[in-house]
């Protein structure tokens, strides 16, 4: 079957640097997404990864490595509007996303 | 400009009843998108239209119908609704197929008692 592992829930300290990590098995791969939802709004984009490397935009960054069915996204000077969850989510070989439970982010002052 | 937009915003219903949820995007994306949302779960897939006129089954179609017949609209419709379609029900579209850039609506919590 198909399966997007990632952590229910994480803490962080304003100002910090957090990783939250996503692990993946599912049939093909044709790209890893990141999307941030904030409790009781709609999911947002935030990242694309297909090629394996890391991929920066401003304080946020994401990691692929495909060999190793592993993405993280990385979040760097937390800020207290940070505090939402994040969605990890996989394009199968038919096109289609699977998608991971979510990681609510709580970051403390 | 609008973006993609769902009503109602939340709705209760009694059990056995017909609901339809409304879905319309001012983008001219091709792909349209009908998910749900439960605690602890995955976003899952309900229904999906890769281009007005066709339509496709996702992970969960079961109990659920939807039409797409224009670009703008995808009215996703509970022919007899139960318990267990108590969700948050999220519309989204992207550019073309295959895109996994999706964007959401604001979605609907949808109450089955």
């Known amino acids: 079957g198909q399966n997007i592992d990632q952590p229910t829930e994480m803490t962080a300290t304003e100002g910090a640097i957090v990783q939250i990590n996503c692990t993946y098995q599912t049939s093909g791969f044709n790209g890893l997404f990141w999307y941030q939802q904030h409790a009781g709004e709609a999911p947002t984009f935030l990242s694309y990864n297909v090629l394996d490397g890391l991929e920066e935009k401003g304080r946020f960054s994401s990691f692929l490595s495909r060999s190793k069915g592993y993405s993280y996204l990385l979040l760097k000077e937390l800020q207290m509007k940070d505090s939402a969850s994040y969605l990890c989510a996989v394009m199968d070989s038919n096109y289609q996303l699977i998608w991971g439970a979510g990681t609510k982010l709580i970051i403390k002052p | 400009i609008a973006g993609i937009t769902q009503a109602p915003t939340s709705q209760i219903l009694a059990a056995g009843r017909r609901m339809t949820l409304r879905c319309t995007q001012d983008?001219?994306?091709?792909?349209m998108y009908w998910y749900r949302q439960d605690l602890g779960l995955g976003l899952r897939l309900i229904h999906y239209?890769?281009?007005?006129?066709?339509?496709g089954k996702g992970e969960v179609p079961d109990g659920y119908s939807v039409s797409r017949a224009n670009t703008d609209d995808f009215p996703l419709t509970l022919a007899s609704a139960v318990p267990s379609q108590t969700s948050v029900y999220f519309c989204?579209?992207?550019?073309?197929?295959?895109?996994?850039?999706?964007?959401f609506g604001e979605g609907s919590r949808l109450t089955v008692l």
């Open positions: 989204a579209s992207s550019g073309d197929p295959g895109t996994g850039e999706l964007f």
């Open positions: 239209s890769n281009t007005a006129g066709t339509t």
């Open positions: 983008m001219r994306h091709n792909a």
